[in-house]
């Protein structure tokens, strides 16, 4: 049950696949040099293998309690916390005006896979405190920053995001969390759900960022703002001082994630919590659109992390488990369950889509710094653009992945996986609430069909497609049998990719039900599509490397026989999504509701 | 968090896909009359609904507990087994000569489908009980089956089976638990695992059914012999005396199923644990292998009711949860999220695949009756080499979708479904036991490709492709498109599953270990195509029945729209596995077991 992070194949998938050294000179990370970044991702390695992983079973076990209202962190969590604050860790990525380091998302997204794959209750308070950074660093006032940023960003202080009601889960439009305004600031009243770290031990204070009503607002989305409200009220001195009135009432019994707090919150018990608009009234919901991407990207991140971390687990119990004899051998001793096919299969099913979410998430974050940074307004839009398409695509593939890899992980162990000392159950029961949280993956598919490729008629995809092709035309040159194989199916991958878009956009505009009938079959179809392009480019650089003699040769091989499993084991059933997407608007309604 | 029984689909599929009437008119099921079928089947819709269902989220939350080697059950259940016994549940399949109602297996399977809807943790200690009985009344002696099996049938008695060693998983072959011969009967010693009821304070004895090696045992599965062991020494007037020397040392800590004691076995601390030779030494494994079709089915039935369970949940919330406008109107008020139609893909899904699953879950239940009863030798032989070759399917393919039933039922639940409280998420926890115990489903897969397909060359499944062609032949005459949808996606169905099958049976003599590399993908291809077979079946008899004015037009026509989904939305995907099972062969060997 340890974790290593797998420093080679990130490496891998920053320079061959996502493009580190690009990002790297675009200018504002002029400090992101090849040493700098090595030195992070060995020293995120050694935290996350060493500090956080070690700290992952207890925190099941244990989990977070509430205690008089106060938060008790499971065992270890207050003083690895303090590591982070202390090494820095948490600043990666943010605006150096305020204590941050400037480095680029793309290598905070990959230390963010460290971190999440030793420790998912623990990562929790790194993302929520990420989202809250972005939403105030983009609209908040100069004072908010000044007087919020440098402790969230520093980590001294962490941040929350206080949306969900019991009656506004997905649909934001029904909260009703009242701001009243008093003098220079607003009195926020109602309760909150779901959470996360609304409440814990780890840090000197909390900033929660809470969306509420005021009470002239029009009803809907449009009568939502959004507040600032501290835990501790902060001094002119800046420092925390008088309890706001706020509180974690209660604590969820989860399926997984236990040692990250998933708190009630009640705010305004005592007449109301003191709260500070951020921005302009009613637009509360579309700042949090706002800090959306770099918070999907994130989930989908951990869709990753904990496929890779029961990747591990099983591939290390398969090698130690010894159990029946060799098929392929006439020994009749009994061998370690790796050499047994179906095994073996399952095992190569987890590595393969674990490269291929590697090689997206990346090339996604990748493509946030090229949008932010890139000094050519236009290819910056587009590379925007891009990474808005891809989104979705990789908050619900990798989170639905994250699932199905930690249920093989499981069912490699056999019985033991059963058992929850053995860890593997633990992966399991934390990835499940992936493809529910930062929009649920049906939301993800329609806002992909609805909204991404509605928007401009799939053009976006389309030209993801044309470089699709344009590799697969450079694979031509490509010697081998893999290399035929790979790129056979990578064209016929662009082919499908591109009549699903064809028919998705067109239905979106025709007959808009019919489209999100369709829309989570598409987005499967379309992860698994990209996911292989990208495998595909890995084995020609791959390739490259092994015959410039750059490399380990063992690992780069690996490379191209897990991209030819992929596309000829993974990719064939996703592609056959396609009748299905077009199809399923013909019957999903045709049933009313009393027949089911 | 109720279940009721689906009785009408269950009669449905009962008569119109498995032929209830045909298994009720063979010779030994005279008195399984209409009125007596339809009696249970209401009976037990009460007691499953009213009785068990309310015990499963307390079952689960209390679990059983080992106290000073006593298994407390979870509240209420001693006092509902006791109504098992009272009611006679417990004997219905059983033979008369012993207790029993000697009904039809058929019956049998549809009344266990709601046991195990209603309360897995509660339904393991009946089939447990059912193996045991099934194994020696089969292979006992007179003696001990007129000594075990009354009131193992009655269920005053429960039986176990002591299988699994720490060392000796689904590889039997090492195990090592020794009985050694004195007088009139063995000392059993030894320790075994995952011993389901192996302890509990239900039923007055235990009958422990234990794997042995004797001395002089030859290495291997050659040298395991099987033993009656009880727990309290049954003395000369039939009725449980002394304690035998064995004992549950501890209860193991799992991911579900709770309430069903795990326990660690620990045979003859004191010397010696009496025990019984069941049959002849050295074929403890055969004997093992009588009940094992019966066994999978049930396993495979477990998995159909777990997702028929997780289903109702589901289309209960999504009715009544509200949340987000409905997308085909221009209304802007929230309605219930059955509305919208990923949530509705979601359902169709769920009951699609459930469908099928009672559909061939039941055909094979059906073919057990037969192979046992039918006067025509032949027709019973050929019977029961169908009966081999499904029962792989059945277990793998069933509980492959019983988790990922249960798994959509939590999605459909968003942030409400990882909550434990309501109950979504133990239905996924429990299903995850199904595709690991009774051999696990990579096991399965082996069995159908390495046993099944190889044994006769593809013989009994081509006799499968060709009914599925007669049917389509049939369907040509039925009216509509519906119908002509399904036709077409049946007749791509057996195509793909001929071919599938040439491949997989070429294979297993040429290069098994490519065949076994495929045996997953092609258990998939099998299952799904059976199953839209029998839907299609379902599909026609809804059509005819409809123009008769013979039943519900609602639930007929709600037959011909979810067999339309099935093959339109669900099918596609397994059939192109097609190429993944030959493909998987080539990589699946191609890294060294270093490189994982």
């Given at each position: 049950?340890?974790?290593?992070?797998?420093?080679?194949?990130?490496?891998?998938?920053?320079?061959?696949?996502?493009?580190?050294?690009?990002?790297?000179?675009?200018?504002?990370y002029?400090h992101?040099?090849d040493?700098t970044?090595?030195?992070v991702l060995e020293e995120?390695?050694?935290?996350?293998g060493?500090?956080?992983?070690?700290?992952?079973?207890?925190?099941?076990?244990?989990?977070?309690?509430?205690?008089?209202?106060?938060v008790?962190?499971?065992?270890?969590f207050?003083?690895?916390?303090?590591?982070?604050?202390?090494g820095?860790?948490?600043?990666l990525p943010?605006?150096?005006?305020f204590?941050?380091?400037?480095?680029p998302?793309?290598l905070?997204?990959?230390?963010?896979?460290?971190?999440?794959?030793a420790?998912?209750?623990?990562g929790?308070?790194l993302?929520?405190?990420?989202?809250?950074?972005?939403?105030?660093?983009?609209?908040?006032?100069?004072?908010?920053?000044?007087?919020f940023?440098p402790?969230?960003?520093?980590?001294?202080?962490?941040g929350t995001?206080?949306?969900?009601?019991?009656?506004?889960?997905?649909?934001?439009?029904?909260?009703?969390?009242?701001?009243?305004?008093t003098?220079?600031?607003?009195?926020i009243t109602?309760?909150?759900?779901?959470i996360?770290?609304?409440?814990?031990?780890?840090?000197?204070n909390?900033?929660?960022?809470?969306?509420?009503?005021?009470?002239?607002a029009?009803?809907g989305?449009?009568g939502i703002?959004?507040?600032?409200?501290?835990?501790?009220?902060?001094?002119?001195?800046g420092k925390?001082?008088r309890?706001?009135?706020?509180r974690?009432?209660?604590?969820?019994h989860?399926?997984?994630i236990?040692?990250?707090?998933t708190?009630?919150?009640?705010?305004g018990?005592d007449?109301?919590?003191?709260?500070?608009?951020?921005?302009e009234?009613?637009?509360?919901?579309?700042?949090?659109?706002?800090?959306?991407?770099?918070?999907?990207l994130?989930v989908g991140?951990?869709g990753?992390?904990?496929?890779?971390?029961?990747?591990?687990q099983?591939?290390?119990?398969a090698k130690?488990r010894?159990?029946?004899?060799?098929?392929?051998?006439?020994?009749?001793?009994?061998?370690?369950?790796?050499h047994?096919?179906?095994?073996?299969?399952?095992?190569m099913?987890?590595r393969?889509?674990i490269?291929?979410?590697?090689?997206?998430?990346?090339?996604?974050a990748?493509?946030?710094?090229?949008?932010?940074?890139?000094?050519?307004?236009?290819?910056a839009?587009?590379?925007?653009?891009?990474v808005?398409?891809l989104?979705?695509?990789?908050?619900?593939?990798?989170?639905?992945?994250g699932?199905?890899?930690?249920?093989i992980?499981?069912?490699?162990?056999g019985g033991?996986g059963?058992?929850?000392?053995?860890?593997?159950?633990q992966h399991l029961?934390?990835?499940?609430?992936?493809?529910?949280?930062?929009g649920?993956?049906?939301?993800?598919?329609?806002?992909?069909?609805?909204?991404?490729i509605a928007?401009?008629?799939?053009?976006?995809m389309?030209?993801l497609?044309?470089e699709?092709?344009?590799?697969a035309?450079?694979?031509?040159?490509?010697?081998?049998?893999?290399?035929?194989?790979?790129?056979?199916?990578?064209?016929?991958?662009?082919?499908a990719?591109?009549?699903?878009t064809?028919?998705?956009?067109?239905a979106?505009?025709?007959?808009?039900v019919?489209?999100l009938?369709?829309?989570?079959?598409?987005?499967?179809?379309a992860?698994?599509?990209?996911?292989?392009?990208?495998?595909?480019?890995?084995a020609?650089?791959?390739?490259?490397?092994?015959?410039?003699?750059?490399?380990d040769?063992?690992?780069?091989?690996?490379?191209?026989?897990?991209?030819?499993?992929y596309?000829?084991?993974?990719l064939?059933?996703?592609?056959?999504?396609?009748g299905p997407?077009?199809?399923?608007?013909?019957t999903?309604?045709?049933?009313?509701?009393a027949?089911?």
């Amino acid at each position: 049950m340890t974790y290593t992070a797998p420093l080679a194949d990130m490496r891998f998938a920053l320079r061959e696949v996502a493009g580190l050294h690009q990002v790297a000179s675009l200018p504002g990370y002029e400090h992101a040099t090849d040493d700098t970044i090595d030195a992070v991702l060995e020293e995120a390695a050694k935290l996350s293998g060493n500090g956080l992983a070690p700290l992952n079973r207890e925190g099941d076990k244990v989990g977070a309690k509430l205690e008089n209202g106060v938060v008790r962190t499971a065992p270890g969590f207050a003083s690895i916390y303090k590591e982070f604050v202390d090494g820095g860790w948490n600043s990666l990525p943010f605006d150096p005006e305020f204590g941050g380091q400037g480095m680029p998302w793309l290598l905070a997204a990959t230390v963010q896979e460290m971190w999440q794959a030793a420790n998912m209750g623990f990562g929790l308070v790194l993302l929520l405190n990420q989202g809250a950074i972005d939403a105030i660093h983009h609209h908040g006032s100069a004072e908010q920053k000044a007087t919020f940023l440098p402790r969230m960003i520093s980590g001294e202080w962490t941040g929350t995001m206080n949306l969900t009601e019991p009656q506004a889960g997905s649909d934001l439009a029904q909260l009703k969390c009242r701001a009243v305004k008093t003098g220079d600031h607003y009195l926020i009243t109602g309760q909150k759900i779901f959470i996360t770290y609304g409440e814990h031990d780890m840090a000197e204070n909390i900033v929660h960022l809470v969306l509420a009503r005021t009470p002239d607002a029009p009803p809907g989305v449009r009568g939502i703002s959004l507040f600032i409200v501290p835990k501790l009220l902060v001094g002119a001195d800046g420092k925390p001082g008088r309890r706001n009135d706020l509180r974690c009432v209660s604590l969820e019994h989860k399926l997984g994630i236990h040692a990250s707090p998933t708190c009630v919150m009640s705010f305004g018990d005592d007449g109301g919590a003191e709260g500070y608009l951020v921005g302009e009234q009613g637009r509360g919901l579309s700042y949090m659109f706002t800090m959306m991407n770099n918070a999907r990207l994130s989930v989908g991140i951990q869709g990753l992390a904990i496929a890779e971390r029961a990747y591990q687990q099983a591939a290390a119990f398969a090698k130690s488990r010894v159990q029946s004899k060799d098929d392929g051998s006439a020994k009749p001793e009994p061998v370690a369950i790796i050499h047994h096919a179906d095994v073996r299969r399952m095992l190569m099913t987890m590595r393969a889509q674990i490269e291929a979410m590697r090689a997206l998430g990346y090339y996604t974050a990748a493509g946030i710094d090229g949008a932010l940074k890139h000094p050519d307004k236009e290819i910056a839009r587009k590379t925007q653009d891009r990474v808005d398409l891809l989104i979705p695509i990789v908050k619900a593939w990798f989170t639905d992945l994250g699932n199905e890899i930690a249920s093989i992980g499981v069912q490699v162990h056999g019985g033991m996986g059963f058992i929850e000392e053995t860890g593997a159950a633990q992966h399991l029961r934390d990835a499940r609430i992936l493809p529910i949280y930062e929009g649920t993956n049906g939301i993800q598919a329609r806002d992909l069909v609805g909204r991404k490729i509605a928007k401009d008629g799939g053009e976006t995809m389309f030209a993801l497609v044309s470089e699709m092709r344009a590799l697969a035309d450079e694979m031509k040159a490509a010697v081998g049998d893999d290399m035929a194989a790979i790129r056979t199916a990578l064209a016929a991958g662009a082919d499908a990719l591109e009549q699903a878009t064809m028919w998705v956009a067109e239905a979106a505009k025709a007959e808009l039900v019919a489209a999100l009938a369709g829309s989570t079959p598409f987005l499967r179809l379309a992860g698994t599509a990209l996911g292989g392009w990208l495998l595909a480019k890995g084995a020609l650089a791959a390739q490259a490397k092994l015959a410039g003699r750059d490399g380990d040769p063992r690992f780069l091989e690996a490379k191209i026989v897990t991209a030819r499993f992929y596309v000829e084991v993974i990719l064939p059933p996703a592609l056959a999504q396609l009748g299905p997407l077009k199809a399923a608007g013909r019957t999903v309604f045709a049933l009313e509701e009393a027949q089911f």
